[in-house]
């Protein structure tokens, strides 16, 4: 089946800095990769995803890049606020439709 | 719309009892899910369903039951509960994204 490596596993900036998490996925066939942002107590929060048609995409200051040679994809948050500070998952959805697997998490801290 | 709602929100059992934890979605997707999610850890997936009447085990699917007989619905049932189950129990539903509800989270004693 489909494994999802993520790094780093907690990330510490300073506000206004960027924040980089990547992500490695082991089934060439995957076609969808969302990110998700997890607030303490909360559930996950899609934020951005793409397709594996697509290169980069982006949202005001979240962008996400796909490599399909390499198999990896990372999430870009640029401005850091102290808001932004959360667990992100990465996740990539293989050959069953719907099923998603994810990485282990990251812990970002925003620090004013 | 409400999404995915989760019910109940915190429930203490002791180790051999059952429950049942409810997730309920009006988005009309046909795609539910349930994982649990360990302290530090990322997902699992326990149990999904791609429609009425149609479930499947996940990666952690021992120890768990599901039933979808209705769109909206699909509970998830712990039968003996073990202390390994301590954890915090999430449902998602889709048609493409997955939505999560706010989760379930469980100690069992």
């Known amino acids: 089946g489909e494994n999802v490596e993520q790094h780093p596993s907690t990330l510490s900036v300073q506000e206004g800095d960027s924040a980089v998490i990547k992500c490695t996925y082991s089934d060439s066939a995957s076609n969808y990769f969302p990110w998700y942002k997890q607030e303490l107590g909360k559930g996950p929060q899609l934020i951005i995803d793409i397709r594996s048609n697509v290169g980069e995409k982006k949202d005001q200051r979240i962008a996400v890049t796909l490599n399909k040679t390499a198999k990896h994809f990372s999430l870009h948050i640029t401005e850091t606020q102290p808001e932004d500070s959360a667990v992100y998952f990465c996740a990539a959805r293989g050959t069953s439709y719907g099923k998603l697997t994810f990485g282990q998490g990251t812990i970002l801290t925003v620090h004013p | 719309n409400a999404g995915v709602t989760q019910t109940p929100k915190f429930r203490i059992l002791k180790i051999g009892q059952s429950m049942t934890l409810q997730c309920t979605q009006d988005?009309?997707?046909?795609?539910m899910y349930w994982y649990r999610q360990d302290p530090g850890m990322g997902l699992k997936l326990i149990y999904y369903s791609v429609g009425a009447g149609i479930t499947d085990k996940g990666e952690v699917p021992n120890g768990y039951n599901v039933s979808r007989s209705t769109t909206e619905d699909f509970p998830l049932r712990l039968e003996l509960a073990a202390p390994s189950q301590t954890s915090v129990y999430f449902c998602?539903?889709?048609?493409?994204?997955?939505?999560f509800g706010p989760g379930t989270r469980l100690l069992v004693l």
């Open positions: 998602a539903s889709s048609r493409e994204t997955q939505y």
């Open positions: 988005m009309n997707h046909n795609y």
